[in-house]
């Protein structure tokens, strides 16, 4: 008797971007931000009384579900707190998607899609972005079938966004649920939110991981209408986010114009680094997110080792369609600085050769 | 189109134990620790530096797992760390059973089990417990067709252990995945955790709720052969323990003996407690873990709401098995003695009444 589920054993499990231990490197390859967390979160560490510790968390998070739907004007019937927006895709599966159901998708995307749809033991309907990265015009018949659609947008390993309207005529369109992953929604121009008041079958996500400094707490946010979020609680782990979790998370949403004020430094500082790689010969998609996807004038692989072995560390996908590129999140000014500096002297090595 | 799987949408959701905010309670009801955790966890929480928060987490517990392990001799592929033990459970459904397919589990037991099962969309196989509350002697006959058998040990909520003669012929005869909960392992006398050397078939989770009083960290391991880990691993979310959660869990994991010295405490007010309830009248099953399930000299329906109503929060079943008893947690010395001043007050009154 085989004793794991076949869909489990016969797949390889997500790959996390790497957290190297053997030297130092200049981390743009994560998605992470280069600013600390808000004061408010060392405040609240700082006075954490750990003897609570020994009661349970309370475990429906009213309080950080009241604070992350108060700035869209939406009670916290309408939002579902998770440990990570990881928990809240692999809910969404849990939620919507039977096991031999059709989840759909966009690719590329975010990686872990598909590996959640096989956890599941669910069918995937992968559809194809357009060339510029784009939603094909057909959507929503490609996903014809499917109890849920995933959108990331912006969209994750590209940085580009969809246009509103398109989201509007796919959320009016499509029978399913359609869940939105904003995790890179705070640097963006504009939202998707707003459309859960409208279309009681679209769920939204947003993560802290990125805008708020704190990948390291795993806290994500899901807004839908509240029927859907309902049916989502009973699907998530009873005591899902921790004591201070829940504690340090209340400190950072109440000081949401730090973090909106750092969006703003990190975007700034993407706009800057875009164009000193234009003027090097690198192709960059136009992006809304903390990261670029961007086709350097030499091989993407071995760019990235020479960028390795100089200190910096970026992504690169071995998917066909991105394989010509690199996503590089964006540090700190002196961090991109001295990332150009690199891509410099990699290119010079490489005229010379 | 109904937008919600149909085994989610008919079932209810996982009611936890009580939190009440209404007034302030002596809490017997969710099988707490009295005692604050270690001081080692005191020191981690305020030397955690909390701009370590804007990176990841580390996404395999490499560090926590280790020092889960070492007590038994066991190394950290033979570990899998989980946000709480429900985590662990919730992995056990996703790896083991199809949506379909059976899994057996014993009654009374944990409640979150027949959850879990309705979650995956999978099919119960729920076990009757015998008279006393032992396993039946065809235990493995009733869990034919299965491939996940749960059994929790010390059982919860009615406290006593099973043979471990009788499990080692469970564990070699069913033929699928054997998991043992051990939530409440470490306040008994013994524990099937070196089972896992022997079945390549049997999982055993502990937790750091209870014996290590961190019910606010979510925190808990599951030990198994290094194959199942590795399925196992593939599941559970990439990132599933904070950084903050990793660093307090290994400061507690390093000061054990505080952790078992606490043990021996609650176990010595228990063991007084049970002797003064006899004297009264009560009926106590023997218990291994730190709360008991006792049969009032009167109905325990009134019984709770009488206690309530003085202030003491203890946990009572509607489940027709166990419904003329109530689980009491025990506290420290000084609680249990005005829980038992209660109890004379509250049966006196019915005596006049």
């Known amino acids: 008797m085989n004793l794991v589920r076949s869909n489990v054993a016969k797949m390889d499990g997500y790959t996390p971007g790497e957290q190297p231990r053997d030297r130092s490197y200049v981390k743009l390859n994560t998605n992470e931000n280069p600013y600390p967390p808000s004061p408010a979160v060392f405040r609240a560490v700082h006075e954490f009384d750990p003897g609570r510790l020994r009661l349970y968390s ?30 809240l895709l692999t809910i969404a599966l849990r939620t919507f998607v039977d096991q031999g159901g ?20 669910a069918r995937h309907a992968a559809i194809e972005l357009d060339e510029e990265f784009g ?4 959507l929503v018949q490609q996903a014809t079938g499917a109890s849920l659609l995933i959108v990331c947008r912006p969209n994750a390993p590209t940085g580009n966004v969809f246009p509103l309207d398109t989201m509007h005529r796919v959320c009016a369109e499509f029978p399913g649920v359609v869940w939105i992953d904003e995790a ?10 707003d459309f859960v008041r409208q279309y009681p079958n679209v769920v939204v996500s947003h993560t802290m991981s990125k805008s708020y400094s704190l990948a390291g707490l795993r806290l994500g946010f899901a807004f839908a209408d509240p029927g859907l979020i ?63 996807l961007t086709r350097p004038p030499m091989a993407a692989d071995r760019m990235f080792v020479a960028l390795r072995e100089r200190g910096y560390l970026v992504r690169y996908f071995r998917d066909p369609r991105i394989a010509d590129r690199l996503r590089v999140s964006i540090g700190t000014d002196a961090e991109m600085a001295g990332f150009v500096q690199a891509v410099r002297a990699i290119l010079a090595a490489e005229t010379q050769a």
Request: proline share 5%; with cysteine.
């Open 58 to 87: 309370e475990p429906l998070s009213l309080e950080l579900r009241e604070l992350a739907g108060a700035p869209f004007g939406l009670d916290r019937d309408w939002v579902l707190a998770g440990n990570g927006s990881d928990d």
């Open 102 to 121: 059709l989840c759909a998708y966009t690719h590329p995307s975010y990686s872990l899609y598909p590996v959640l749809v096989d956890l599941q033991g």
């Open 135 to 138: 939603l094909p015009a057909d």
């Open 184 to 193: 890179y929604g705070d640097f963006a121009a504009d939202s998707c939110l």
């Open 230 to 292: 309902a049916e989502m609680l009973k699907v998530k782990d009873s005591y899902n986010l921790d004591m201070m979790t829940q504690a340090v998370g209340a400190a950072a949403l109440r000081d949401r114009d730090y973090m909106l004020a750092n969006c703003q430094r990190v975007r700034a500082t993407r706009d800057t680094l875009v164009a000193t790689l234009d003027s090097l010969g690198f192709h960059t998609l136009p992006s809304q997110t903390n990261f670029i």
